[in-house]
Each structure stands twice: as structure tokens, then as C-alpha cells.
């Protein structure tokens, strides 16, 4: 574009930014940005990197080992209570994506349904505790639900009936990839049943790291922003980019990320706000659950959490 | 007892060493707690938790221990089949090795579809890391044997048992144990990645959970006492060694 | 007793047409035929090198020879056979073959374990026979713990002890001084005489072949065809000073005179040194 | 060439009837694709994917050889440093083995810190995985010399260099090679885990990501070349050393 | 040559109050005291297990002792020093000690190599006297598939390819028949002379102890205290029918007298077998 003309003989600010997991529609903003030149308009080199996990992600940022890190609001959360200086600058995703799923024979109606049957979830008490929250809600006593640390496997734990229903799955990854494979789900969105309509997915940076460079970060947010603008209003052309890019490494596969995005962009759209702003409100319900389930080590305040560049 | 001691003393003192040197560069780098906890933090943490920590260490010791007698079984019965068949031998040893270079994390659902969320997918694991370096071993300690002395046994009149008993058996003993002493050290890990594919209890979950729970002392204290148990079983069959292959430590004097 | 009253018996041991090499090499062997008697005491003399170590071996059916066939009391020795037909041959071989993780009392009570002797009744008869070898309170010791000799007298004695009725002895005093080597002899023939063993002895101490043996065999030239015989007609029980009996001295020139036809590069008997 | 391939008979017909087994009960049970998908379906798979399966393959192998290459010459200096000294031993190798009891995947933001996202970390898991079996081994076959044969070398006046060269090293090449065998085996494995640990190319990778999108004949298309590298490695050593240790081949006919 | 003459030179080897015994066992030698001169050529008895070979491994500088001293030319063994000092005493083992994967060729060139002789000129020297040894035609083969008294002619040969000025043989023909034997005591004898070596041989078989000799040391009663000296006054050239003559007869009289008073179960000569 004409554009990139102007930015090339200036300095770029070199940008690492840790992906959740490996690169998938949800990204597909921040490749589109990389296409249409915005990172570079706004001065800045990015690099796309893929760790192991968001828990090495949130690390490495952390330490300065890279800029920006997706994590999760409530990662965010319970990593500031275990001192980890980071700090949230842009919820990704607005809405929980991570969802109790069932499969359709095992005939629930309600979470409370659950009583007596296995529920599969990998690793971690957080995931415990949105089931506790959905059955209790329903009226349901959480302590005779049956979990199963499945670990990896979420899938095939339940497709081989090994427990009955998993939680720790997304709707725009899990349940579009069961559906493919022609099993029929039904889902319960925690923020339906008490659990807060946490942000799922974030921007997280350290405390150093907006210091320091705390402009380039804004400037890539205002980067990411017009990405992700011309995401909604060119779906296909945009995933198109990941798509190829991918290609090189290992092929995604178009329909399934279509059909994420489809289910993404809704609830990445913050309408009337900026893309990406956060409410002290949302970090306090998700701090206070978190609270009322023991998994915070000491009390954290909302609005050190999260900055809205 | 005193002797061990004082040939213990150097790495006793590099260990002590070591610790200091965790605890003071942690403190002088000023290394981030969530990538390397003080020392000092993480035995609190274990003060903190031992019962919860004893509880854990209880079941992944009960699978390291299992898949470890399991394999010192059906490792021994596979060396003493492949030693006595040569057909055996090319058609088990080239399979061992494959099972070896199986990244076993890709073939994790096929472990819980057979063996399930109980103790038998640890196990499993388990026999998996430390069946090969058993097999192998053992093999190697009858393959080596005097064959001088098993052509004398032979002109005896000696029985295929009493060959394998008074001849091969003892001759195979040192194989066997180096197999062991790196089957123990092998079955800790073997049982915290069976742990990771989905368990309810054991260090392997413990850490694993602390990890997502971004609690650095918790998973150091885990990642610490599954070393020590590794390094107790090492030296629990160092000592049977010890005890059974008296003559050779004369031998090297 | 002496050679010729054992030669109505049957053989002991007896080879026909025996021809084998190694893969590879010359034949050490070619047409090889010879029997031995039932509780005959016979030494084999040959030049190092010449396959009396092999010859042993294919006796005792630890090589399969492709050609010839051996027969130990009447039955075919073949490798296969040689594991399941109990110990009908008592092999001592020319290195001691101990078993480094067993005892002086151990090694020595291996034959008499594998007979199926019990291991404490094996290691009461071993304990009785320990002073005999000159071993007594070496019991406890392992193998490297021995010198050469010691080893030898343990090796000796497992195979005495073994219980077969043949005897196939490979050097079996190389390694001993010449009190100890007649403590052993004395010995050895006791056992011979009295539990009526049929005996082949290696050696290469002419001497002793003939104050040993009912007959002399000696392999002159490779490969083997032949072992040309010496009956030793010196009357039992024999002594030391015969060696200088001229009857002795006799045989001793024949034997020695054999063994010099052997092709290798031979030094002369009296040449100077 | 012809005995070698009347020798590997029974396992390549076991191998094949494995196929066989695979693809049969693959298809009569209707196990789910993702779990364990039909052979033929793999092999289709790999044939649509060989370009980038190729490329893959490529960076896995060289992360692999450079690990082994990086494990054979710093093992065998440990192993000769810990056989030359009771001190070094005694250090060394309790910290070896507490080495392999540590489970590395609670260790892998250090590695990524301290190794970063290229190639290194990978290079550093692999190193991990091979440097014991190949200082367990060799430092094996150093103690198991003959003591009688360095005897008499000292009283040749044998320089320790000599010592080394023409004694020790000759009587520990057959350990040497059974770490270097255990090694080349683990070495894949190690590559792939630290693939997992983050990282943009290889097999590990593939297979990681196939496996998070379900596509049970990807998985399986990379864990098969997984293995067949593994096991050509494995094989190469081999072949090294039936050139090498020729004297022993004739020892055991 | 006799030993009248190298008396008067410096001794070669010097043992002086040595005291010696394995860990938790009886002493082998208490205060023990000898000298070999320079050039000598001195047999050692001594029955099986008295200590011979521990003796030459102090002697050799492989074990060391903590009562005593030893001096070879005019330095003091010691373990320590034992590696550093160069090929000062070739030891020929009991035990054959051939590297098993090397050949014939190779383990005979041992020696040589150390000495720093590049490894084609051992490798030519060698093939030179292999035939001496009657091993020609052996050269690649490996020790397993040689024979026990060719295993021991390697072993030989590379003893004296060592280069060393001082030999400790320790039953070096102990396997060998005796044509193959007379050769290599010739061939020992020449090199002795050529070369002005200084020998000690440990043999069992006392003809070839004083026809070697210029001097036969025996040890009779464990442990060994002193050596008791028998010179040997044949002139050289010695020829083999030497032990015929009176001379000879009585030295060996005298030896056997004092072996026999050896502390153990011991046959007198002569007694009935
Ligand atoms: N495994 C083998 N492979 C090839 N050749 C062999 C093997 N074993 C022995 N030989 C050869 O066979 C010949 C005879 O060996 P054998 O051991 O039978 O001799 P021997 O008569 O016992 O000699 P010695 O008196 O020295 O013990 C020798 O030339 C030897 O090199
Ligand atoms: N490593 C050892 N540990 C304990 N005792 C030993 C050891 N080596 C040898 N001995 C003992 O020392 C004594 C002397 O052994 P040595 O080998 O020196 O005898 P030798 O005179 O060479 O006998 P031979 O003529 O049989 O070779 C023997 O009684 C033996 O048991
Ligand atoms: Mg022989
Ligand atoms: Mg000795």
C-alpha cells in the first residue's frame, strides 16, 4: 500500500507478541494488521511467537522476555495475586468461550443434570470451580459432581465415554471440531448460569514493559484496532491471510476457522467502545468470584489489573 | 555405614553447595519468583502443605513402583526370551526400539481409551520409559557372558534351567541392575507425564495444577520431591545391588 | 591293574573318520579314527598349536564336526545332544572357567550341584576335598583372589567331582610346582583306580604322560591323521626314580622322537642352548 | 546384504501383519478417526503432505543429530572425566541422575528463557533425554576394562594418554555404542517434546497441532516418520558399529 | 657368561625388607630381602600360591607396599611412580592378558607402540619374529581363536618387544610342549645375551630353572623371609643333556630338598604314585 512507502526508512520498535496457542482464526486481526501494513505504519516490527502454553506466555512477558502476551482475564487475575506484575491492556474476546459441553445423548437440561455423571476438565481448579458455580446456581450441590482430570484429551474423553460431559472446551474450536466430526453438543455458557461474563481472552504486558514501552504498545493497539475493523468488514479476505500463511507450516482448516471467526467476531465487538477497552466492573465481578473460590492467594485491586491505553 | 557416608560426602557437599548458590543467586539476580522460587520459598511451601505433599507423593510412588516391578518382570521374561531365541531377538528388539521412538504424548488418547483415568494409564506410562532401558540391560549382561563357562556347564549334562540359573542369570546380574538404577530414575518421570494425561491425585497433578495456578514454590516443591523420590529409588536399588554383587566390589579393590 | 587288561572292554570313547577345521583355516584334523578303552588312562601329546584343545571340545560335543562320527559309550556325540545327556564326560578345560561371583567352595561344588546333589551335602563332600587339592581355608575366597595355580586345583577338582566316568583333562598341572603337581597325580590316580574312570590327559610334560598313562598318544603331524601309540607297560603302582629306569628312559626317546617329527620348527633334543 | 535382509525377515513380517492388524480392526471396531485412524488413511495422508512433511522431518532430524552429536562429546568427556576420577564420579553422577528425575515439562519456561524459541531449546531437551544413557553406558564400559590388561600396560610405562587410547577406550566402545543405540532412539522423542514446548517447525509440532484439530491421520503420519527416524537412527549407530566392534562378531560365531 | 661376573655390577633390582599381605589374609613375604644383578638370569620356585606373581606385581610397582623398598636401577618403585616411569621393567603376566580386539600382530606390537615406535616399524618387527615363535601365518588372527600356548607365545613376544632392561617372566612356558619350549628358551637365552637384559623367570619346572639360570632362588616357607640361593656354576653354552651329568643331579637334588621343605601337604620324591 502507499503508505508503508512513508514508515520504511524510519526505525522500527521491534514488538513480540506471544500468541495463546497456535495461530487460528481469533489471530486473525493481528495478521490482517501484518498484511495491510498497520504495524508497520505505526513504526513497529511485530513478531508472532507460539509458546507452549499461556502460562509460559505470561512468564516470558513478565521477565521482558516479550512485549505482549493473550492470556486470560482471570490468568491475569490470579497471576497479580501471585506477584507477577502483569497487567491486562485489551480484552481480545468479551465473552467466556470456554463452555460445559455435553453430548446431545447424554440428554442434560440443566448443569444440575450433572449430579452423578463424570466431568472431564484439563488440570485446572479454575475450571472446577465455573461448574461448581453453574450447578450451585441451578440449585445443585457442587460437591457431588464427579471430575476428571483428562488432561489433554479433552475430546476423546468424552466421545469414548469416559466421562459425560467436559469442561475447559471452546465454542469457536472444540465444539465446531465435534460438530465436524457429525456429533451433536449441547453447550452451557457459565455466563448464564452465575458465573461472571468474564473476558476470555486478553492482552496482557508487565508492568515494566508499559513503562518502557508502554507508546509502542499503544501504537499497536491502535494497529490491532484497525485490524480487527478490517476484519469484520472483510471476513474472508482476512482469514485468507492466515490461512497462507499458515500453509507454510501446517495447513488450518478453512471451514473451521471460518466458522470461528464467524462465532468470534461477535463477541470481540465492544460496540460503542474501542475495540479492546475494559470496565473496572467486569475485573471486579471476575476478582470477586475468583475470591469466593479461594483461587486468589491475597486480594488484588481491579484497577491495577488492567489499563486502557 | 561410615564408609558410605564419607564416599556420599562430596555430593552431599555439592548439593548443600548447590542450594546455596539456588538461594543466593535467586536473591542477588533478583530472579523472578513464577521462573525460580527461592529455595527457601519452596520448603516453606513444602512445610506449608506436607500432608497434602505426602498424600501426593504416596499414589505416584504406588505408579512408579508398579510400572517398575512390571517391567523388571516382563523385561526380565523378554531379555530371557531373546536371549534363548534368535528369532525372539530380531523380532522383539527392533520393536522395544520402536515403542522408544513413539513420542508417547501424541498416542495419549490411545493410552486412556485402553487403560482408562485410573492408576492403569500411569502404569502404563510407567512400563513405557523404563520396560527398554530393562530390556536392554539384561540382554546385554546375557549376551556377554562367558561363554567359556557356559560350554563347561554344557558338557555337565547341565539343563537349559540350570544353564540360565547358575550361568547366565549370574553372569547377566550387573546388566540387570544398571537397567534397574536407570528404570528407577526413569519411573518418577514416567509416572508425573502419566499424571499429566489425566489423574486425580499424585506430585505429577499437583505440580501441573500449580503450574496453571502460576504458584512457583508449589510446582518447585512438587518438581523437588519427585527428584528426591527419583533419586531414592535410584539409591534403593543401588543398595540391593550392593548386597547381591558383593564379589564384585572385592573384585575392584 | 594295567593297560592291557582294559583293552577287552568296550570303548570308552571311540572316533571314526573324525576330519574338521575351523571356517576358514587348514583342517586340524583329517580322517581321524582312534578308540579308548573303558577305564583306560591315556595322554595325548601334541605340539601347541595342533587341536588337542579342539579335539577335547569335539569329544565332550561342544563343536559339531561336519565329518566323522565320535561315539562315547556307545552313543553318538553330536551338539545337540550334549545338553540333555547328563554328565557322561567330564570336561576340564584348559583355562580354569571359574565363575567369578562363586566361592572356591562353590566353583568346586558346581558338578556335584548339577548332579543333583544337594548344594549342602555338594559343599561337605567339596570341604573334604579341599585339604587333597592343598586349598584348605581358601573356602570362602573368590576366584581373583587365587593365583594360577590355585585356580587350576579349583577347576581340577570340580571336574573330578562331577562325577562323569570319563575324564577329558586339558593341561590340568601347567600351572603347579612339581610337590603339588605329584600331590595331585597321586591323587588323581587314586580316584582313577577307584571309581574305575576311564581317563584322557593332556599334558606336555612327557614325564608325567608316561608315568600316568596305560598308553601314550602323540600327534606328530598336522593335520592330525594319526596318533601314532605307546603302551607304557611299567607295572602299577610306578615311582618316581622309574624316570630313570632304562625302560623309561626308552620310552621317553620313542615318544620324544615322535614329537620332534612334528613340522614346525623344531630345536633338536640336545642341541645347545 | 542378502543375510541382512534374511536376518530382518521375521520382524519385517511382523511389522506388516502389525499393518495388517492395525488397518483391520481400525475399520471392524469404527474407532474413532482422531483416535486411532486407519492406516490407509495415513499413508494417503502423508502422500498429500509429503512436501511439508519433508521439510518438517528436516528440521527434527537436524535438531536430533545435533543434540545426539552435542550428548556423544560432552557424555563421553563426563564419562572419562568421572572414570578418571572417584571424586568427579561421585559428584557427576548423582547429578546426572537427578537430571533425568526431574520432570522437564515443569522446567520449560527456564528452558525457554534460558534457550529461547530457536532452535537451542529443542537442541537442549534432546541433550537432556541422550546425555545419560550415553555417560551411564560409557562410563560402564570404562569400569568393566580389564584391570589385568592396564596393569600391564603401567608397567609398559604407559603414559595415561596411552592408557586411555589403547586400553580404556577400545574395552568401553561396545558401551559406548549401546548409549549411543539408547540414545539415537530418545533422541526423536526429545526433539518432538521440545517442539512442544513451543516452537514453529518439525514433526513435534505437526503433530501437536494436527492433534489439537483432531486430525488423527496427520497425528499418526508425523508419530510414523517420528519413528521411522528414530529407528533409522538407531540403525545407523548400529551399522557404525558392526563396522567397529568387527573383532567381536567373530568372538561370538 | 655366569653370574660370578655380573655380581660385581649394581644391582638391577633390590629388594629390601619387604613385607607384604592382601587385606585380612596371613603375610606373604616378612621382611624379605634380595638383590638381582645387572645382566643376571635368576629362576624363582616356589610352590603354587606362595606369592610368586604377587611378588613380581610389587616388583612391577602394580601393587604397593607399605613395609619395604624397592629399588630398580637405582629408583624406588612405588605405585605412583610406576606410571610415569617408563618402560623400566617388561613384565611378562601369569595370565595371558591379550587385548581381544586386537590381532596377533597388533597385541605383539604393544611393546613397541608404547615406546613410541611408529606403529608400521612394530608392525614390521614383529612379522620379523613371529616365526621364532612359530606363529607365522597367525597375524591377523584374533586371541580367541588362538590356542593356550600360542596365546601365551603372543604374550611373550610382546614382553620382550617391550624394550625393558629387566624381564619378570612369570611362567612363561607353562603351556608350551617341549620342542616348542626348547625354541623359546633359546630364543630367550639370545635375546638375554644380545641385549644384556636382566631376567627373572618364575618357572615350576626345575631343569629348565637351572639350565637358564645363573642363579636359583627358592622360596620354602610361607611367609617368605628369605630366598635361598643356588648358583648355578654350568658354563654357557649349556647343552640339553646337561641334566644327565652329576653336576647337574646333585644342584637339583639340592633345590628339591629345599622345595620339599615347603610348609605344606607334601609327596616325597620317590614315593610310590
Ligand atoms: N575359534 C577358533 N577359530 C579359528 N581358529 C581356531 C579357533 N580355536 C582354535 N583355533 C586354531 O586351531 C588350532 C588348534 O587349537 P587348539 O586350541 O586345539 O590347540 P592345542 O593343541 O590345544 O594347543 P595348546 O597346547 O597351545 O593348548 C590353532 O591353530 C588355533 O589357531
Ligand atoms: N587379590 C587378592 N586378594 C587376596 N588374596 C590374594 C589376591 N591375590 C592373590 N592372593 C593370595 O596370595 C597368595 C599368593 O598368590 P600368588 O598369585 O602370588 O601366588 P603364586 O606364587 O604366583 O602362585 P602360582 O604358582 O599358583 O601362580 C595366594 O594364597 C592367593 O590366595
Ligand atoms: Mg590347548
Ligand atoms: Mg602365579
Redesign the pocket.
Known amino acids: 500500500t502507499s503508505s508503508s512507502k512513508e514508515s520504511s526508512n524510519a526505525e522500527l520498535t521491534d514488538l513480540t507478541v506471544l500468541l495463546d496457542w497456535y495461530p487460528n482464526a481469533v489471530h486473525t486481526f493481528l495478521y490482517a494488521a501484518q498484511a495491510q501494513g498497520y504495524f508497520k505504519e505505526a513504526g513497529l516490527n511485530v513478531k508472532l511467537q507460539t509458546p507452549a502454553d499461556t502460562n509460559d506466555a505470561i512468564k516470558l512477558v513478565a521477565t521482558g522476555k516479550a512485549d505482549l502476551a493473550f492470556s486470560y482475564q482471570m490468568q491475569v487475575a490470579v497471576s497479580r495475586s501471585e506477584d507477577i506484575p502483569i497487567v491486562s491492556v485489551a480484552a481480545i474476546v468479551r465473552h467466556p468461550l470456554n463452555q460445559l459441553f455435553a453430548l446431545d445423548s447424554a440428554e442434560m437440561n440443566s448443569p444440575k443434570d450433572l449430579i452423578g455423571k463424570r466431568i472431564g476438565y484439563p488440570s485446572s481448579p479454575m475450571d472446577e470451580a465455573i461448574v461448581n458455580t453453574m450447578v450451585r446456581a441451578e440449585g445443585g450441590d457442587p460437591a457431588k459432581l464427579n471430575y476428571v482430570d483428562v488432561g489433554w484429551d479433552l475430546i476423546p474423553s468424552m466421545t469414548t465415554k469416559k466421562v459425560d460431559a467436559i469442561i475447559g472446551g471452546f465454542v469457536n474450536h472444540e465444539k465446531l471440531l465435534l460438530e465436524k466430526e457429525g456429533e451433536k453438543l449441547q453447550t452451557f455458557d457459565p455466563a448464564e448460569y452465575g458465573v461472571p461474563d468474564y473476558y476470555e481472552l486478553v492482552l496482557a504486558a508487565s508492568e515494566e514493559g508499559l513503562r518502557n514501552k508502554g507508546d509502542a504498545i499503544k501504537k499497536f493497539l491502535q494497529a490491532a484496532t484497525k485490524g480487527q475493523e478490517y476484519t469484520a468488514q472483510h471476513p474472508d479476505e482476512s482469514l485468507q491471510v492466515l490461512l497462507d500463511k499458515q500453509d507454510k507450516e501446517f495447513p488450518l482448516d478453512p471451514e473451521i476457522e471460518r466458522k470461528s471467526l464467524e462465532v468470534l467476531l461477535p463477541l470481540m465487538d465492544a460496540g460503542a467502545e474501542p475495540f479492546g477497552s475494559q470496565t473496572e466492573a467486569s475485573w471486579n465481578s471476575a476478582i470477586d468470584w475468583l475470591t469466593n473460590h479461594q483461587l486468589m492467594k491475597k486480594e488484588i485491586k481491579a484497577n491495577e489489573a488492567f489499563r486502557n491505553l | 555405614m561410615s564408609r558410605g557416608i564419607s564416599a556420599s560426602a562430596p555430593v552431599i557437599l555439592f548439593v548443600i553447595l548447590l542450594a546455596i548458590c539456588w538461594e543466593a543467586l535467586a536473591t542477588i539476580f533478583h530472579i523472578p519468583h513464577y521462573i525460580i522460587p527461592k529455595l527457601s520459598g519452596v520448603f516453606i511451601s513444602i512445610g506449608e502443605n506436607w500432608e497434602l505433599l505426602a498424600k501426593h507423593c504416596g499414589v505416584t510412588l504406588g505408579e512408579s513402583l508398579l510400572g517398575l516391578g512390571i517391567s523388571v518382570v516382563w523385561g526380565t521374561i523378554a531379555a530371557i526370551w531373546m536371549d534363548s531365541s534368535s528369532l525372539a531377538k530380531r523380532t522383539i528388539y527392533p520393536l522395544i526400539v520402536m515403542s522408544q521412538t513413539i513420542p508417547m504424548i501424541a498416542l495419549s488418547p490411545i493410552m486412556v481409551m485402553w487403560f482408562g483415568y485410573e492408576i492403569w494409564s500411569k502404569v502404563a506410562v510407567v512400563v513405557l520409559f523404563t520396560f527398554f532401558p530393562i530390556v536392554v540391560n539384561t540382554a546385554d549382561g546375557f549376551r556377554t557372558a562367558d561363554l567359556d563357562i557356559g560350554e563347561l556347564m554344557r558338557t555337565m549334562g547341565t539343563r537349559k534351567r540350570d544353564l540360565f540359573l547358575k550361568w547366565k542369570i549370574p553372569a547377566a546380574l550387573p546388566g540387570f541392575f544398571t537397567g534397574i538404577k536407570m528404570a528407577a530414575a526413569f519411573s518418577v518421570v514416567g509416572a508425573t507425564l502419566g499424571e499429566w494425561l489425566g489423574g486425580e491425585a499424585g506430585l505429577g497433578m499437583y505440580t501441573k495444577r500449580a503450574s496453571n495456578m502460576l504458584r512457583g514454590e508449589e510446582v518447585f516443591s512438587g518438581v523437588l520431591l519427585l527428584s528426591a523420590m527419583g533419586i531414592l529409588l535410584f539409591l534403593a536399588v543401588q543398595g540391593v545391588e550392593r548386597v547381591t554383587l558383593s564379589y564384585r566390589k572385592n573384585a575392584k579393590s | 591293574m594295567n593297560g592291557v587288561v582294559t583293552k577287552q572292554q568296550t570303548p570308552a570313547l571311540s572316533v571314526r573318520g573324525l576330519t574338521y577345521s575351523?571356517p576358514g583355516?587348514r583342517p586340524?584334523f583329517d580322517d581321524l579314527s582312534f578308540d579308548i578303552q573303558e577305564g583306560e588312562f591315556v595322554s595325548l601329546l601334541?605340539a601347541?598349536?595342533?587341536?588337542?584343545?579342539?579335539?577335547f571340545r569335539l569329544l565332550a560335543g561342544l563343536i559339531d564336526s561336519p565329518k566323522g562320527e565320535i561315539v562315547a559309550s556307545g552313543r553318538q556325540i553330536s551338539l545337540t545332544e550334549a545338553a540333555s545327556k547328563g554328565a557322561q564326560i567330564g570336561y576340564m578345560p584348559?583355562k580354569d572357567c571359574l565363575m567369578p561371583w562363586r566361592t572356591v567352595l562353590d566353583n568346586a561344588a558346581l558338578g556335584l550341584e548339577l548332579n543333583g546333589t544337594s548344594k549342602r551335602v555338594a559343599r561337605m563332600r567339596v570341604m573334604e576335598q579341599l585339604p587333597l587339592v592343598g586349598l584348605e581355608g581358601t573356602e570362602h575366597k573368590y576366584p581373583h583372589e587365587l593365583s594360577g595355580g590355585m585356580r587350576q586345583r579349583v577347576s581340577f577338582l570340580r571336574s573330578l567331582l562331577g562325577g562323569a566316568d570319563v575324564l577329558l583333562l586339558d593341561?590340568p598341572f601347567s600351572a603347579l610346582d612339581a610337590m603339588t603337581r605329584i600331590n595331585m597325580q597321586e591323587w588323581l590316580l587314586q580316584v582313577w583306580e577307584q571309581h574305575r574312570k576311564t581317563i584322557v590327559f593332556v599334558t606336555?610334560d612327557v614325564d608325567e604322560a608316561l608315568l600316568l598313562s596305560d598308553r601314550v598318544l602323540v600327534a606328530a603331524i598336522s593335520p592330525v591323521t594319526v596318533l601314532e601309540e605307546i603302551i607304557v607297560p611299567i607295572p602299577r603302582p610306578r615311582k618316581y626314580e622309574t624316570v630313570m629306569d632304562a625302560e623309561f628312559i626308552g620310552l621317553k626317546r620313542q615318544v620324544l622322537s615322535l614329537i620332534s617329527r612334528t613340522q614346525h620348527r623344531s630345536g633338536l633334543e640336545g642341541e645347545s642352548l
Open positions: 575351523f583355516e586340524l601334541a601347541s598349536g595342533m587341536g588337542k584343545t579342539t579335539l584348559q593341561e606336555h
